[in-house]
Structures are given as structure tokens and as C-alpha cells.
């Protein structure tokens, strides 16, 4: 499992390592909220090359990748009771499925390149994606992202924060499609944990990713488990 050296190992191995590529603890609550569910049209138990696409100007639409029939997400809909604060949310959300399909992909998308500027970011989450236990498997199953909150971080920047479970997915062959052995799949505590993106604006009014600060797991991340 992959890592950048200061916590998040990878986001359902994949969004827990590959969103890591800022420094310093952020254990910040969060309100809880529901959750709703999409079910991506792809078919597809090895996802194949796929090509890489430009994030759209932000809006207030979620971005779903294709993922296959057998992987499910659920994205918490909450959004912040500020306007001005949307678009960085939706943002946000955008990036983290577009690292996770990264990680489904075994690396083979680039679109999570789109939303972030920082060339350490992307030099950093790079590094973690191209790694044999990325680049060799996907996974199956659910992925929820929930409690969702977002604070400033002053200077014009939000920092957003969810609580990711990963429990009800398991890593998979790339090759074959086979839920792979115990000993290659997440420890069970490891699979609830905070993930936080710090977002600011472009003079174009784009929002994007600038930092990722380090994961916090449960039980430290009390919160975040179910």
C-alpha cells in the first residue's frame, strides 16, 4: 500500500494514501448528514485504459466517473449553508471520486489531475497511484463518504473535511477480478478514517485543490465509525 511519506496510505487503499500529499493532523468535527447513492453505468470487473478528461468549470453537479457495476458509492449531499462556498465543496467532491476511480482504474486515469494546481500535490499523489498495490488491483463493493464539513482557513482558502468507510469494499485482482486474499485487503479500523482537502480560488473563479492534509484514522477519528 502506498504512501507519501506522512499518512494517508491510499483511497480505498486508494483514497486513504492517494489524497495524502500535505503534513500536520487536522482533526476537525463534523455534522453528520445523509447519504445518497449512485450506481455507475460501466460494466466492467477490470476497468481498462480509460481516457483522461479536464475538470468542467465548477458547478454544482457532481462528477461521477464510470465506474463498473460492481463498485457502488455513496456521496453524502450535504453542501454548506454559505453560497460562496458550494462550488469549493462540490469541488472537493469531484476530486476525491476522481482519485478513487484513479485508484479503481489501477492508476490507468488521470483525470484527478484537473482540479489540482499545487505541483507537490500532484507530484506527491502521482507517486502514491503508480505503485504495484495501485497499478495491479481495484476493488468491489461500497464506498461511502459522510459527515462532510468545511471550514475557512482564511486567505481565501476552505479546508474540506469528510469521514470515508471503506468496510463494505474489498481489493480486488486487476487482472482477473478476484476479491484478493485476507492478508491483501484493509484492516478493519483502518477502513474508517478523516480525509481533508484545502481548496482555493483561481482568478478565473475555478476552485482547486492547493494542499491535502494528513489523514486522521479511527480511533482517533472517533466520528468517523458507524
Known amino acids: 500500500m502506498g504512501n507519501l511519506g506522512s499518512g494517508h496510505s491510499h483511497l480505498r487503499r486508494g483514497l486513504r494514501g492517494a489524497l495524502l500529499a500535505g503534513s500536520g493532523v487536522l482533526a476537525v468535527a463534523c455534522s453528520a448528514a445523509p447519504t445518497q447513492s449512485f450506481h455507475p453505468a460501466a460494466d466492467s470487473t477490470a476497468p481498462s485504459a480509460v481516457p483522461s478528461s479536464s475538470a468542467p468549470a465548477t458547478t454544482l453537479t457532481l462528477v461521477r466517473p464510470p465506474f463498473g457495476h460492481n463498485a457502488h ?3 453524502t449531499p450535504w453542501m454548506p449553508g454559505r453560497p460562496a462556498e458550494r462550488a469549493a465543496v462540490m ?30 500535490v500532484r507530484t506527491g499523489l502521482a507517486d502514491t497511484l503508480h ?19 468545511a471550514v475557512s482557513e482564511g486567505h481565501g482558502k476552505l479546508l474540506v473535511t469528510e469521514c470515508v468507510d471503506t468496510a463494505r469494499a474489498r481489493n480486488t485482482s486487476l487482472s482477473t477480478g478476484k476479491i484478493l486474499p485476507p492478508g491483501q485487503q484493509t484492516k478493519h479500523d483502518d477502513n474508517f478514517y478523516l480525509n ?31
Open 196 to 226: 481533508s482537502d484545502v481548496l482555493a480560488k483561481e482568478r478565473s473563479g475555478r476552485w482547486v485543490v492547493v494542499s491535502i492534509p494528513t489523514t486522521v484514522y479511527y480511533p482517533q477519528a472517533q466520528e468517523c465509525k458507524p
Open 73 to 75: 458509492v455513496l456521496m
Open 91 to 120: 469541488t472537493a467532491k469531484d476530486f476525491v471520486l476522481a482519485v478513487l476511480y484513479a485508484d479503481y482504474t489501477g492508476d490507468r486515469d488521470q483525470r484527478w489531475r484537473s482540479y489540482v494546481t499545487s505541483a507537490r
Open 131 to 149: 505503485v504495484p498495490s495501485v497499478t495491479t488491483e481495484s476493488f468491489r463493493g461500497t464506498v461511502r463518504f459522510w459527515r462532510m464539513h
